[in-house]
């Protein structure tokens, strides 16, 4: 929200000389966020002028100046930059006339975007200044000519600053209001809040409107059949009509500025004031052309098919949630979020039918955001807008429009107003000295309740605290702690960490997360964050090893069109990762993201429960339900190897990256869990054929469970993705892992005695998985055996076609001994004859 300084002196005392910084300050102390200043960025000297004569002057290149002799001072005396009276100036534009009082910027003068002004020699005269138009001094987009002052009403005298004539010398501060306090999109709003942070009188501009409760006869109906969750979309319609109007005049200087340091564009005079009077009190308002409307209005739901033209060109669907604004010709306006082209304000609207309205905040997020309608009159509808006050805007818009458009007020009208009342909240004694941690006195305590606007009555052992019609946020007697905190300082909150209660702390399954991404980070590798949406090919290539098809999440209103699945794999993102970083030069990449994926049951249909209001805790029941319409995400984790694990450096050729690596990581992972894995040949369709693994974990009643895999894309997919040809992956059920991971760590007693060291090699079937023969020797060569890995894998000269010689090095130590040679040996000779039982393995000599 942005606040111009001048706007806000008229609501609340401002001290002389009170800057930006000032205000800032002042309004962090309540708790808004400062975001940033903004100001015209001109410096004068900027002076109004009288055009004496100019001189049409034709160019070689095809155009025609102007040259221009200029009064910038009262006849004799010196200009604001102390020059001459008279200046000679050169104008491109034709709209002016002689006699026509201008604003001249002087030299010395510098406009928006640091243009510094000096007397320059130009087609062959030097223009002592320049002749300014509304873009150049940063008040619209008019670029067409410049700005005649007497188009805005003005004739002031020649020489009179033109920066405090336009209110060009205001300045903005801009806040940032969370969502919970809509009242704070107002000047009335900001203006309360400062002078809750200094005590300054706040004065009401809602007060200061002389509403007329006789304004009737206009036919509103309020037709709301089927309420969203129960509420009704309307609850205040407040209708007034003004005729006579000119819509062709210009919107005052102050009016314009004001709008602009606002952030909103000027477009017309009677939408300038609409859109004045939303920022001023905080209720939006919509204007329509009375003779374009046929009969009165009724409010009430859309009927399925039905269309609605906008005001920005769009030709929009309407759904049956959306609220309408309707006449006997159809639907004119979607409630609170924009308005239809057939009653819109145009150059011959003579007579307007003012509309300020109180909508049901969950209808008006939901339409706005259904027809991606992000309006400044739904942002504070969806976030509540003081249902008393529309009737003092209505008002508001009426004064000025009988003061700016010639308009005069008529008594044909209505008002409609069913918003009930805030509920009161009981605040029991010592709840929020004992809620913040600091002894507030009770007349702290109510005085800054009935600050912020609430009205008190006393109850045994408490207060009844009525909140404000403009607060409606204040639903819980820790909400009126929060405002008592704020109100009184939070420099009174003491700065002390508080002790944890016992047995509260992270689960183990949380632990085991953060240990999994601490270890994966500690090896080399980056953690990244992806968007969890993808396309239905992405799924299908990555959700499952095989060919099937897997069942995927797909969104009802997708970010993105092309992406409105919901991952069942964490590969897809983690590769468009690699494909981003390098796209712009980092060739070498060890990344890796834990993260939920989603895995729908096939045959079951999701995200079918209601989600309850937050009023009330949802009951055990409600939970259920929610829990039941949400597919099962488990955690998984993913890894991506992509260009060289080491540099190329003297004496040391670059090491490209490999499943190895994957493979590698995967096993401290596993370590860091204390989880078993074994690692089997696999197949997965997006993973190279002969360089795919299968990650398992024994498991005494499953036999084996599948935790993952890992492997290299395939050549022709990495090419398709625009990646080297080499790139390894990995993905684990991290969840399973965590489930299977054991639950307490036993240490392994340090070796007392030496250990006896052979080797072993095999012949075997080259169809036999190494994997498999190690496990049959660590089976056969028994409890002596202390460590067991391969070595070497030989297929050549000396082994027949269609075998591999499979070397394994061996370690034996004994707890209580020192082994012997025949010891070892024995043992070696068990594993070899188990390897031989099961796989016809013959010991290469």
Not at 93 to 119: E, Q, R
Not at 279 to 297: A, C, M
Not at 817 to 840: H, I, M, N, P, W
């Amino acid at each position: 929200m942005r606040i111009p300084i001048s706007w806000l002196a008229e609501f609340v005392a401002l001290p002389a000389g009170t800057t930006v910084a000032d205000i800032h300050a002042a309004l962090v102390k309540v708790g808004l966020e400062e975001e940033g200043s903004h100001d015209f960025d001109i410096a004068g000297p900027v002076v109004v002028g009288e055009v004496l004569e100019f001189g049409e002057e034709p160019q070689t290149n095809g155009k025609t100046i102007r040259w221009c002799s200029v009064r910038v001072a009262p006849a004799g005396q010196s200009a604001a930059d102390g020059g001459a009276d008279v200046r000679g100036i050169v104008c491109g534009a034709h709209n002016f006339f002689v006699g026509d009082k201008v604003v001249v910027t002087l030299p010395g003068a510098v406009l928006p975007g640091g243009f510094a002004i000096a007397a320059r020699k130009t087609y062959g005269h030097v223009s002592d200044g320049m002749i300014a138009s509304a873009r150049e001094l940063g008040l619209g987009d008019d670029h067409d000519g410049i700005l005649r002052l007497t188009t805005l009403g003005l004739d002031p005298e020649v020489g009179t600053d033109a920066l405090s004539l336009l209110s060009l010398d205001d300045a903005a501060v801009e806040v940032n209001v969370t969502p919970d306090r809509g009242y704070a999109f107002s000047i009335r709003g900001i203006a309360r809040e400062y002078a809750h942070a200094t005590g300054a009188v706040f004065r009401d501009p809602a007060a200061a409107v002389s509403v007329d409760a006789e304004s009737d006869g206009f036919s509103v109906e309020i037709d709301d059949r089927a309420p969203v969750r129960g509420r009704v979309g309307a609850t205040v319609f407040v209708t007034r009509v003004v005729r006579g109007v000119d819509p062709t005049l210009p919107s005052p200087a102050w009016l314009v500025s004001r709008l602009k340091l606002a952030g909103i564009r000027s477009i017309s005079l009677i939408v300038d004031i609409s859109n004045y009077v939303m920022l001023e009190l905080g209720q939006p308002i919509h204007t329509y052309d009375l003779d374009r409307l046929s009969g009165g209005l009724v409010v009430r739901r859309a009927e399925p098919g039905e269309t609605l033209a906008t005001l920005d060109g769009q030709t929009r669907k309407l759904d049956p949630e959306d609220l309408l604004i309707t006449d006997d010709s159809g639907a004119i306006g979607l409630a609170g979020v924009m308005g239809g082209a057939a009653t819109e304000i145009s150059d011959e609207t003579t007579n307007v039918l003012v509309e300020a309205a109180n909508f049901d905040p969950v209808s008006i997020a939901r339409t706005a955001r259904r027809h991606k309608l992000p309006s400044e009159a739904a942002k504070r509808f969806e976030r509540g807008v003081d249902p008393e006050v529309a009737a003092a805007a209505a008002a508001r818009v009426v004064q000025l429009l009988e003061e700016l458009a010639g308009g005069r007020a008529d008594s044909l009208g209505s008002t409609y107003h069913a918003h009930d009342e805030l509920p009161p909240i009981f605040l029991p004694d010592a709840y929020i000295s004992g809620l913040i941690g600091v002894d507030y006195t009770e007349a702290e305590i109510t005085s800054s309740l009935i600050e912020i606007g609430a009205t008190l009555e006393y109850a045994r052992d408490g207060l009844l605290v009525s909140p404000p019609s403009w607060r409606p946020d204040l639903t819980h007697k820790s909400t009126l702690a929060e405002e008592v905190a704020r109100i009184v300082g939070y420099s009174r909150i003491p700065s002390e960490v508080p002790v944890a209660p016992p047995g509260r702390g992270y689960t183990r399954e949380q632990k085991l997360r953060r240990l999994a991404a601490e270890t994966l980070a500690a090896s080399g590798s980056t953690e990244v964050l992806v968007y969890p949406f993808v396309s239905s090919a992405s799924n299908d290539l990555f959700g499952a090893p095989g060919h099937e098809t897997v069942a995927a999440v797909k969104l009802a209103n997708p970010i993105d069109g092309e992406v409105p699945f919901l991952r069942t794999s964490l590969l897809p993102g983690l590769i468009d990762v690699a494909r981003r970083n390098l796209s712009r030069g980092l060739t070498d990449l060890a990344v890796f993201e834990i993260g939920a994926v989603f895995r729908p049951e096939s045959g079951v249909t999701y995200g079918v429960a209601e989600v309850p209001l937050g009023a009330a805790l949802p009951s055990a029941e409600t939970l259920a339900e929610l829990n039941a319409s949400i597919p099962p995400q488990p955690w998984h984790v993913g890894l991506l190897f992509v260009g060289n694990s080491i540099e190329k450096q003297p004496g040391q050729p670059a090491v490209h990256v490999g499943i190895s690596d994957a493979l590698d990581t995967v096993r401290v992972l596993a370590t860091a869990l204390d989880v078993p894995i074994e690692i089997r040949q696999g197949t997965h369709k997006a993973l190279h054929p002969g360089r795919t693994a299968e990650i398992v974990v024994p498991a005494a009643a499953a036999g084996v469970v599948h935790v993952g895999y890992v492997g290299e894309l395939l050549p022709v997919l990495a090419d398709e993705f625009d990646l080297p040809r080499v790139v390894a992956v990995a993905e684990l059920d991290l969840g399973l892992l965590i489930e299977l991971a054991a639950r307490s760590v036993q240490a392994t007693p340090l070796a007392g005695y030496p250990a006896a060291t052979q080797d072993v090699s095999l012949v075997v079937a080259d169809s036999v998985p190494a994997a498999e023969v190690l496990r049959a020797v660590e089976s056969g060569a028994g409890d002596l055996l202390e460590s067991i890995r391969l070595v070497d894998d030989y297929r050549g000269t000396g082994i027949d076609a269609g075998f591999k010689s499979l070397t394994f090095a061996l370690r034996f130590r004994a707890s209580d001994r020192t082994l012997t040679a025949a010891e070892a040996s024995e043992a070696r000779v068990a594993g070899a004859a188990e390897a031989s039982r099961r796989f016809g393995a013959t010991v290469r000599e």
